[in-house]
């Protein structure tokens, strides 16, 4: 059986180059970047010539870039540390409802552990959060606003620029999350008013278990790891000099391709919705249609439910994902297409494809040759020949 991966929102697979850029750190070269002796020095300049050339690449300096073990911990440091290093002049947070649970859960762990006030902003039917909105949110108390780069689930851009131009005027703190949107669209911290942003390798065909966080020159945050003076105090524990290695390859093999990937991409999911949209009935796009990341497509098919779909796309080798995040025996419709208007039905019937490096049209042709033989058959299961378009 052809197997055809359409997930790389979730994951990615790792460069050749990169897993190249990591190899010698993971044989030869495996001090501790820490140790004054011969192999601690090569992995300490290894180090920072990395930090220097990813640095470059942001349009940053070295010593803005803190290294993680994860686009999670880089959120939760951006999050909780910049909130705990200005809960003097206020507690109160600004997040919009369709940001990574990496966010949200950090603005929760906040407001029961050190008693923030959390504001969650309105998202409209395309999943945009209206930088008016955000003016309105910010209080004389507010320390921190935090809005995505690009959603996960939809692929839609968030105006990043406006809503960071509002934050510094009023005084406030901005953190975007760019993991989804980092490689896909431009991103440098030289044009967009920020002070916090998030990275992370997995998602440009770098290695799991790295990230990274850039914070603006002379702002000071609370650490979250203690135990030493890595990262230029900032985050405890010795590097992941392997990871980091192929983190900034893979970063400056697909930041030079942004322009011509995109163009790619985004005449693959177009082919992919009309194909969908001409072959099967009562179906949806959610999110922005051309305001998004070229790669990203979420669809919902009335009539089904996404796991029963997944499940049957999956026997037929194709790997997808859905909208919806799973519980340990069920599955919940996704709090970002809730947020944006859906009802449960289609909120629980949502698919997501996510294009990458290796796809192709054959890949995109075989999708529409495969789906619309499966959707009638499961609404044929589920009574859906009720269901009429609206």
Not at 346 to 364: C, I, K, P
């Amino acid at each position: 059986m052809r197997r055809i991966y359409l997930d790389h929102n979730a994951t990615t697979p790792v460069h050749p180059e990169a897993l190249k850029a990591m190899l010698p750190f993971l044989e030869g070269s495996f001090g501790n970047p820490s140790s004054i002796h011969f192999y601690g020095r090569e992995a300490r300049a290894a180090l920072d010539d990395a930090r220097e050339r990813f640095a470059k690449l942001l349009g940053a300096k070295a010593g803005e870039i803190v290294f993680t073990g994860s686009g999670t911990e880089a959120d939760n440091h951006a999050v909780i540390g910049a909130a705990r290093a200005f809960r003097d002049k206020g507690r109160h947070l600004v997040v919009s409802p369709i940001e990574h649970h990496a966010v949200l859960h950090s603005a929760e762990y906040l407001q029961k552990r050190d008693g923030f006030e959390v504001m969650v902003l309105p998202v409209g039917r395309d999943g945009i959060v209206s930088p008016d909105d955000v003016r309105r949110a910010i209080r004389p108390d507010t320390t921190l606003v935090s809005v995505m780069w690009a959603n996960n689930e939809t692929g839609t851009l968030q105006p990043v620029r406006e809503i960071g131009a509002i934050c510094r005027e009023r005084g406030v703190l901005f953190h975007t999350d760019a993991v989804q949107a980092f490689g896909k669209v431009p991103v440098s911290v030289k044009d967009a008013p920020v002070d916090l942003l998030s990275v992370s390798a997995h998602k440009i065909y770098g290695p799991k278990g790295t990230g990274a966080l850039w914070v603006r020159p002379r702002l000071k945050i609370d650490s979250l790891v203690h135990g030493g003076s890595h990262e230029n105090e900032r985050r405890a524990g010795t590097e992941n000099a392997a990871g980091i290695m192929g983190f900034v390859r893979a970063a400056e093999i697909a930041l030079p391709r942004v322009a011509a990937e995109d163009a790619r991409l985004r005449a693959l999911t177009e082919r992919l919705w009309q194909g969908l949209r001409d072959r099967i009935e009562d179906i949806e796009r959610n999110g922005h249609a051309t305001q998004r990341v070229a790669n990203t497509l979420s669809v919902s098919f009335r009539g089904c439910t996404s796991d029963t779909l997944l499940m049957s796309l999956d026997l037929d080798g194709l790997a997808v994902s859905s909208g919806s995040a799973c519980a340990v025996g069920s599955l919940k419709p996704s709090p970002v297409l809730l947020a944006m208007g859906l009802g449960s039905e289609l909120a629980n019937a949502a698919v997501r494809f996510s294009l990458g490096l290796s796809t192709t049209e054959e890949d995109v042709d075989t999708v529409l040759e495969v789906m619309p033989p499966i959707i009638n058959r499961l609404r044929s299961f589920q009574g859906a020949g009720q269901f009429v378009r609206q």
